[in-house]
């Protein structure tokens, strides 16, 4: 298959695209570096990068995340701006990409626990997760030419404990070879419409 990894240069990114080399051909996008530029709260950007890479197989996302936010002081504005990439970027993937996928080509998309599981700082993330879920289960049934979506909704990685535990506290993390076998799953699997939980 060939396979394009937004995201790909990330933290998830890398160790995923070097598993799925190995069987596949595995092209990266990204805001800075990777094989084709792209900036996912940009539909333009979105529609050039798919231009340029010309027909996949396959399209992962695993390049953006949303913001921590105070509650007391949460806006429509910092909400709408929190949702421009990984909400709005992520549906815009597969809206624009539908046209580009190969015949039963697939989409997996990057939600996060917070869709089930309340946190303080985090209400903007809550919404975004909870609104991909919806999107997965709705675009699952609406998609044409046996394209198929899912996502997978990890909770923290344990490679990013170091740097961001501090800001969880108690928040069971999950192993990166068990998330990186969520994604291929989906992928190298027949199933659409899922929610894939790697919750710890």
Known sequence: MQILVVGGAGTIGRPLCAELAVRHRVMTAGRSGGDVAVDITSADSIEQMYRRVGRIDACICVAASGALDRFAELTEATLLENMRGKLFGQINLVLIGQ???????????????????????????????????????????????GLRINAVSPTMVADSIENFGHLFPGMKSVSMDRLIRAYVDCVEGSGTGGIVKAYG
């Open 99 to 145: 046209r580009y996928l190969a015949d039963n080509g697939s989409f997996t998309l990057t939600s996060g626990i917070f869709a089930d599981e309340a946190w303080p700082g985090v209400t903007g993330g809550a919404v975004i997760s909870g609104g991909l879920h919806s999107f997965v289960l709705s675009a699952a049934i609406e998609l044409p030419r």
